[in-house]
């Protein structure tokens, strides 16, 4: 299967930081890619951008890709991601821009927000201080917590890893204190089954238990390993729960170095524990019962 890969650059070198891994895509699968630039502006802006977003292509094309460009206008995240997911596209890569301090904990990032915003993969990719030419992908840590949630983004690292000859570098994080109430067995056991299916597709694999924060493990383990790439679903948090708890794929993106491959999970239908849903029904009745014997 083609896949089609949506690459975002905004005329800096640094959001060119993307295409040495774009080459690395191209050069190990089947890839339509799409340049896009999103402006805000005049017709002279909208020119300069096709100028040059087709410039970047005839590069591309020269090295055999096949590519075309398209210049949007709007807000750059939802409408990254509005064309992403009305073209079908398999993969959003791109850049952050690597802002620090107050005013990018204050405005945040089009990277950060495509990636709260994307129901498809996103491979999101540090500054590169220097000019590079196909980058490897060699080496991919894939945290996972044994949920189906953190598993769905196995499907996609499997296509990278078969198309690259990576090897999986599967890990999970207990917290301390949680040693007692998630032995290390029951974790590894977890993992094994995961294990065992990419090993059925000739993907080789390793496996590692982490005890710690999951975001800092992350980075610490990736490192010692020289890891090319980390890969991960998050679970997609918004509003005062993400604030309060903060997302890992997010923290991982600030604190780190390494390319993310990552995922957005939707939310899933969970069956109620206690009932509540009854006990809310049961209480109502009461109440309009109590409320026809007062009319009485």
């Not at 890569?93 to 690597?98: D, F, L, P």
């Not at 107050?102 to 405005?107: A, M, P, S, T």
């Not at 990636?115 to 996972?144: C, E, N, Q």
């Not at 953190?150 to 999986?168: D, E, F, N, Q, Y």
């Amino acid at each position: 299967m083609v896949q089609k890969i949506l690459t975002a650059l905004d005329g800096s070198k640094t959001s060119e930081s993307i295409l040495p891994y774009l080459e690395t895509l191209l050069a190990s699968q089947d890839a339509d890619v799409t340049l896009t630039q999103v402006v805000n502006g005049s017709a002279a802006r909208i020119h300069e951008a096709y100028t040059y977003l087709n410039r970047v292509a005839a590069a591309l094309r020269g090295k055999g890709a096949v590519v075309d460009a398209h210049v949007l206008t709007g807000k750059p995240a939802p409408t990254l991601v509005d064309m992403a997911v009305r073209g079908g596209f398999s993969l959003i890569v791109m850049c952050i821009r690597g802002k620090s301090g107050l005013k990018r904990l204050l405005l945040g990032s089009v990277a950060e927000e495509v990636l709260r915003l994307s129901p498809i993969p996103v491979l999101i990719v540090h500054p590169l201080t220097k000019a590079a030419g196909k980058m490897k992908i060699k080496r991919i840590v894939v945290p996972l917590d044994g949920s189906h949630r953190s598993g769905s983004i196995l499907p996609h690292v499997a296509t990278l890893a078969k198309a690259t000859g990576a090897r999986l570098l599967f890990m999970t994080t207990v917290e301390p204190g949680s040693k007692d109430d998630l032995p290390a067995e029951l974790v590894a056991r977890n993992l094994f089954r995961e294990q065992k299916q990419l090993h059925k597709q000739g993907i080789p694999t390793e496996m590692a238990i982490r005890y710690g924060d999951p975001a800092l493990e992350i980075l610490s383990f990736g490192n010692a390993q020289g890891a090319d790439l980390v890969a991960l679903s998050t679970h997609g948090r918004t509003g005062l729960d993400r604030a309060r708890y903060g997302s890992v794929a997010e923290t991982v993106l600030r604190k780190g170095t390494m390319p993310l491959l990552i995922l957005r999970t939707a939310g899933k239908f969970v069956p109620d524990p206690i009932h509540s849903t009854a006990i809310r029904a049961e209480r109502r009745q009461k109440q309009l019962e109590s409320a026809g014997k007062r009319n009485d």
